[in-house]
């Protein structure tokens, strides 16, 4: 049976822009494969991505004969990459487990898409957003991109958090083309999911911008006015450096290329 690859983006995704506006720098040296981001926050999310992406794809006609138990893909991505993986893993299962007894079967949802990767053209320059789910909804007959999240704590302040990131609004972007009025908007699919405590879950829809959503464009193209200017053709060395406090220490700990600008490179 199939394990389903909850992968990134690409180079062009959302992710990989951003790092590219956070810090020029930091762009190259993913680019170059010098350095990999690894966190107690990655593993968990990606483990309980995969596990949801399982539950849902065995949802769909013929899923449940072609893909992995969530359960069981849990256990294989944590044996395929080890380290924080295997830490986690009997933990997500644990909260995989109270997802299903949260959410019950959810009659009326209809899972269309899982980890789709979708594509716009901006003016001639691509973008690409790797989507975790597309539902329909037969209560409301719209459809819904969904967003997992794993977060420490379910709170309106949370939420609100990611009303005006690039990632949500890129998925609103492709939401409307693919869907036009029948796209029911992007849903934050939360999972309150610690080392210890209580699980909790929720879901919210996020808040609507239409301004933001029509300037997210000429994000994108910033974003490669920076990427082609900055950072192809150039070693990491000759790439500029953001040295600010968010590019350098961010929500998830330290930039994993800070030993390197430090001057640590091979011991030099």
């Known amino acids: 049976m199939k394990l389903i690859n909850p992968g990134s983006s690409g180079e ?23 350095i990999k981001s690894e966190s107690d926050a990655l593993a968990r999310g990606s483990l309980f991505h995969v596990g949801l992406a399982h539950l849902y794809a065995r949802r769909m006609p013929g899923g449940k004969d072609e893909y992995l138990s969530p359960l069981a893909a849990v256990d294989a991505l944590a044996e395929q990459e080890g380290g924080l993986y295997a830490k986690w893993a009997d933990r997500v299962k644990e909260a995989l487990r109270a997802y299903r007894a949260h959410w019950g079967s959810e009659e009326h949802l209809e899972p269309k898409e899982i980890e789709r990767v ?80 209580e699980f909790a879950f929720g879901r919210s829809t996020v808040e609507l911008a239409p301004l933001a959503v029509r300037d997210f464009k000429h994000t994108i193209l910033y974003a490669h006015r920076i990427l082609e200017d900055e950072v192809l053709g150039k070693p990491p060395e000759e790439v500029t450096p953001a040295f600010t406090s968010d590019a350098c220490f961010g929500k998830y700990g330290p930039c994993p290329g800070r030993d390197f600008c430090k001057g640590e490179r091979n011991g030099g």
Request: proline letters at 2%; charged letters at 20%; aromatic letters at 12%.
């Open 12 to 34: 062009f995704g959302w992710h990989s822009l951003e790092t590219v506006l956070v810090c020029p720098r930091r762009a190259a040296l993913s680019r170059a494969q010098r």
């Open 118 to 197: 979708l594509r716009l053209n901006v003016q001639g320059k691509p973008y690409t957003q790797r989507l975790d789910l597309i539902v329909f909804n037969k209560n409301t007959g719209k459809y819904y991109i969904w967003d997992h999240k794993t977060t420490y704590a379910i709170a309106a302040k949370v939420t609100r958090t990611y009303s005006l990131t690039g990632q949500m609004l890129g998925l609103t972007l492709m939401g409307r083309k693919a869907y036009g009025d029948r796209f029911g908007g992007v849903v934050l699919n939360f999972a309150k999911l610690n080392w210890t405590g």
